[in-house]
């Protein structure tokens, strides 16, 4: 994986803090792993690596608040992506990062421009534009970051919504033969215990389905039980 993290030759080797984020216990830190390699061949003294899986939109999130304590004037944030960092909303990612500034350090993240080291070394009015436009990079960074989560809730509830609409938000596929088989099995009056043996599952789950539908009838009663009720 090819990143523009590289550290001024004037100041290195720089003391760099890598951090490693992701979003749930499904996704993998290992494939993060590749850029502390490269902080390291790019020449930065790596003092600490922290791995965290928590949301990105959080700012509570532990590792990242060790990590922001840890920080001493002069070192360098490194992720491998800006929404590593931050998938908050603007005015709470700018913060955070105030947050990291203020402890005297800067980002290093591929895909975001760093200009700190030209406005440094800049006066007057090309100091001001340089800091100008490296605010305004990392701005559209970081709200690109947020529209990419809030894109992705919006697709998930989306396909949420598109399959109860089509009848699909009772469960996959597997359990829900298991349950209608149990129903069936239930209704020709078999026992709690012959159902899950040729249903094959546990007498637990016999139960729970077998009360659900139970419930499910009183709640919806059937068009024969209702022309049943109304002949009486």
């Known amino acids: 994986m090819a990143t523009d993290i590289e ?38 003294y790596v003092a600490a690596v922290y791995r965290e899986k928590a949301s990105g939109a959080r700012a509570d999130r532990p590792e990242l608040l060790r990590m922001i304590a840890d920080l001493q004037p002069g ?5 491998e992506k800006i929404d590593r960092i931050s998938r908050l909303p603007l005015a709470e990612a700018e913060q ?33 534009v340089l800091e100008s436009v490296q605010a305004m990079l990392l701005k559209i960074a970081l709200q690109m970051a947020h529209d990419d989560y809030t894109d992705r809730r919006e697709r998930q509830r989306q396909g949420i919504a598109l399959a109860k609409a089509a009848g699909r938000s009772g469960g996959r596929k597997g359990d829900r033969a298991t349950h209608a088989r149990i129903v069936a099995l239930r209704e020709a009056g078999k026992s709690i215990a012959k159902t899950a043996e040729l249903a094959d599952c546990d007498r637990s789950t016999v139960k729970r389905v077998w009360a659900a539908h139970r419930a499910a009838q009183v709640q919806e009663p059937s068009p024969q039980r209702n022309h049943h009720e109304r002949n009486r």
């Open 7 to 44: 550290p001024s030759p004037a100041l290195a080797p720089q003391i760099a803090r890598v951090y490693l984020r992701v979003s749930t216990d499904a996704q993998d830190l290992r494939r993060q792993d590749a850029i502390v390699a490269e902080a390291k061949a790019a020449g930065y």
């Open 75 to 79: 070192e360098v944030v490194i992720a």
């Open 96 to 128: 955070l990062v105030e947050t990291i500034r203020a402890r005297g350090a800067r980002l290093a993240i591929p895909g975001v421009v760093d200009l700190s080291d030209l406005a440094a070394d800049a006066e007057g009015i090309a100091r001001i």
